[in-house]
């Protein structure tokens, strides 16, 4: 009798695993969790990159700015102290005290230049500047020219 009550509750379902027809609470929040981490790391990321993207924007335009200054400066066309809209700008005459090996009179004009500051990129307050040496007299295969 024993062995047929058990066949009876197995039969009727006692014992059986129900049916499941959706995702638990748990594992709503644990899906919610991870998306959300997903989500902040991609957010730093883009902040990252628009913060890199910007200093390399201020690069090139100090370039820029750098090469039309060495050119001026090259030329002699540049004045011993001044300030335009994008830079203010000092040259003095550096000498290579100590140095053997170079011609006499080799001397080179130190341009510093102090970009002005713009909105983008630039840190409020902080002055990046950037050195030139520009040579005054050119050396072509040991001649002056």
Avoid: C, H
Wanted: hydrophobic share 40%.
């Amino acid at each position: 009798m024993k062995s047929e009550k058990s066949v009876r509750t197995l039969a009727d379902g006692v014992g059986q695993k129900k049916v499941r027809r959706g995702f638990t609470l748990v594992e709503v929040m644990v899906a919610v969790a991870v998306l959300g981490l997903v989500a902040a790391g991609s957010l730093r990321l883009s902040a990252l990159s628009l913060r890199g993207l910007s200093d390399v924007r201020q690069g090139r335009e100090d370039l820029a700015l750098s090469r039309s200054y060495w050119i001026a400066a090259d030329s002699g066309a540049l004045e011993n102290r001044g300030r335009e809209k994008d830079a203010s700008w000092e040259v003095e005459t550096f000498d290579f005290p100590g140095q053997r090996g170079l011609p006499p009179a080799y001397r080179v004009k130190k341009v510093v230049l102090l970009p002005a500051e713009l909105s983008g990129g630039r840190i409020p307050g902080k002055r990046n500047s950037i050195v030139l040496y520009v040579p005054e007299l050119k050396l072509v295969k040991g001649r002056k020219e």
